[in-house]
């Protein structure tokens, strides 16, 4: 395959205890999408799942039909979200129990999502649920648990390189000495990582890219590149009050056509990305949000278009073009089916991917 979709899929629609403890018993990521209501008029909430309903990713049966619908529309793998804190997991089960199921052999990788959790949904910015913590003992114990992942023959390699990616690079006190470390435990079972670093949270350019990053994910929406997500009070608010006090709703139209004709020429590896949707508003009941207004499957499907076409792979391997999400559903950003959009935007995914097969 010339160029590999790679869709971001958030492990988190199951309960656990953590979420029992913080939010409530049984809370799961549907519950936020549920109670979501329309901020503005016309302003499309909730976001209700069709073909796949309120699944519960502990059964393999959600999962298989996940897999085979991301197959049927052009979608090469799915990069799982990867919760580690010192040794505390949290949303592993899905994740695990994929790779002790030999049935379920669609490709994958893994992005360390390693920030701070905190009581943001209810605007608590300061409020910590749980830190990250950095230590050569720590990245041993890591590698260690990955390990499995990075051997099973269904991992997304690159020249024979597990790929992992971590979200915020940025947030390491050393990060090349974590990575020095995760190689040497690596070569005593004769591979090497590659590493990508995401683009998020305003940690994007060159200046990031240290020695042992091999490539950045694009991870939109972006936030900088002159299209900013907030106002200049809204910024202020944040910073000077902690809290946020005016919401951010943009013209998803206008942001597909910056993204259109934007620059392109980067001077170091970045695979390029794009969004269906993105709407946080489910996880900021009666509070400020940020989020896209307008989205349609064939606004995307231009964008996306435009990303697939104009992306020239590095190597044989290194084609990634990575989509946010699968399945973000509390922050409107979903490629599975709903009740409004039907398949819609998996549609547009399959009609540029066998358009460019055609061609090519």
Known sequence: ???????????????????????????????????????????????????????????????????RLAKEYGIYGFCYYHYWFNGHLIMEKPVEAMLANSEEDFPFMLCWANENWHRNWEGGFNVALIKQEYSIEDDIAHFNYLLPYFRDKRYIRVDGKPVFCVYRTDLFPDFDKTVDVWQKEASKYGFQLYICRFEAGGAWGKEYMTRNVDAAVEFQPINKEGFDRRDVLGKLCKKILKKEL????????AYVKFQLYKTTNISYKRYPSCCPQWDNSPRRVGRPFTGFKGSTPSLFKKWFFAVYNRFKPYSKDENFIFINAWNEWAEGCHLEPDLKFGRAYLEAVKEVVNKYEDYV
């Open 1 to 67: 395959m010339d160029k590999r979709v790679i869709a971001i899929h958030l492990p988190q629609f199951y309960p656990f205890p953590e979420n029992d403890e913080w939010w409530g018993k049984g809370f799961t990521e549907w519950r936020n999408v549920v109670v979501a209501k329309p901020r503005y008029k016309g302003h499309y909430e909730p976001h209700i799942p069709s073909d796949l309903g309120f699944y519960d990713l502990r059964l393999k049966e959600n999962r298989l039909e996940q897999q």
């Open 246 to 253: 005016t919401s951010a709703v943009f013209s998803y139209s």
